[in-house]
């Protein structure tokens, strides 16, 4: 009996150590496995990543423009003599038609009354010979003389009186006057600038527009502005353009227009033209510009696919220090590494730890 008791253990000792061998490395394996784990996680880089996703569009460039009245003239003497009246204040307010300047015209007067006298002997002569005419008591030759001296001297009073009504200089249009450059006493000359007229109940801005947004410019709509005096913003209607582009910068004048009632603006002040410079209801894609990677191609971006990094080239329109639009590469929805970039490479294992 303990022959056959022998037998067993020398029979399942083996068999029983195989199995607690199996069983300790079994344990081993799955100890292994869970200290890989975490280990593998670590060795993966961490990154922050932005979903992005198509917006609305609405871009603009700011452009510096100058600001000029609606109409504008410098008052000038057409004739050559004194003046004796200013008839307005300087930097006042003034009506179309009002008086501004009154030149002497005591000489040009004197010449007009003496030509009235002439006039009216010559009239009288006229009538007379017209009158012995019919009864054939003068020839036609006799008449006619008559009559063609009668017709100069009238010439000459039409003349006369142009002279006298520019001896009165008023103002063509309703606006701002400026300071008279002359005072009462002084001699001018033909062509002598006294003063400026500005028409400032609406004012001009006069801007270039980069020859790649000419699609963009269009007469009768709408721009924003702002001025030095305030951030608020302004709107004011495109007027009219140029024909054709300026050959030195590639850019286009544009003219706009803008309501002045209450006076605020004054021609020469600087402005700032907040131009659209995308289409309306347009949508883009806007990511921040440390996400792109500069390449002698152009630039790209890291994706986020299955937990590794996928470059992928973009194109860009726009950008600004902080942003850029994405024109082409991108889709709805996708994971855009946005820091390690340096670290990255094309298929690297990664892990977002931040989501944007």
């Known amino acids: 009996m303990l022959k056959d008791t022998n037998k067993l253990k020398a029979l399942f000792l083996p068999v029983l150590c195989s199995m607690l061998l ?54 000038v003497s057409e004739i050559a003599q004194k003046i004796i009246l200013v008839a307005f204040q300087d930097g006042g307010s003034i009506s179309k038609g009002q008086l501004l300047y009154k030149l002497n015209d005591a000489d040009l007067k004197a010449r007009l009354k003496g030509l009235n006298s002439e006039l009216k002997l010559a009239r009288l002569n006229e009538q007379r010979i017209g009158n012995l005419l019919k009864t054939e008591t003068v020839n036609q030759q006799q008449y006619d003389e008559t009559s063609v001296k009668l017709q100069s001297l009238e010439a000459q009073r039409e003349v006369l009186q142009v002279e006298l009504n520019k001896t009165e200089i008023r103002a063509p249009f309703s606006g701002k006057i400026g300071i008279s450059n002359l005072d009462p006493g002084a001699f001018v000359s033909p062509g002598t600038a006294l003063v400026s007229l500005q028409d400032q109940g609406t004012v001009k801005l006069n801007f270039s527009v980069p020859e790649k947004y000419l699609p963009l410019v269009k007469t009768g709509s709408k721009i924003n502005f702002t001025t030095t005096l305030s951030d608020q913003q302004q709107t004011a209607t495109i007027l009219a353009t140029e024909p054709g582009l300026n050959a030195q910068n ?63 080239p973009v194109s860009i329109g726009n950008r600004t220090e902080t942003s850029a639009i994405i024109i082409s590469g991108l889709n709805n929805s996708d994971s855009v590494i946005v820091s390690n970039l340096l670290r990255l490479g094309d298929g690297m294992p990664v892990q977002a730890v931040v989501s944007k």
């Open 22 to 75: 199996i069983a300790c490395n079994g344990n081993k394996e799955e100890t292994q496995k869970k200290e890989a784990g975490p280990a593998a996680a670590a060795s993966k880089l961490e990154v922050d990543v932005i979903v992005v996703n198509e917006e609305s569009l609405n871009q603009e460039e700011v452009i510096v423009g100058t600001m000029s009245p609606y109409r504008e003239v410098s008052i």
């Open 250 to 312: 590639r850019a286009l004048k544009v003219q706009a227009k803008a309501g002045n009632s209450d006076g605020k603006f004054r021609a020469g002040l600087s402005v700032k033209i907040h131009f659209p410079t995308s289409l309306k209801n347009a949508k883009a894609i806007n990511l921040p510009t440390e996400a792109l990677i500069p390449s002698g191609e152009g630039y790209s971006v890291f994706v986020l696919e299955n937990g590794v990094a996928k470059s992928k």
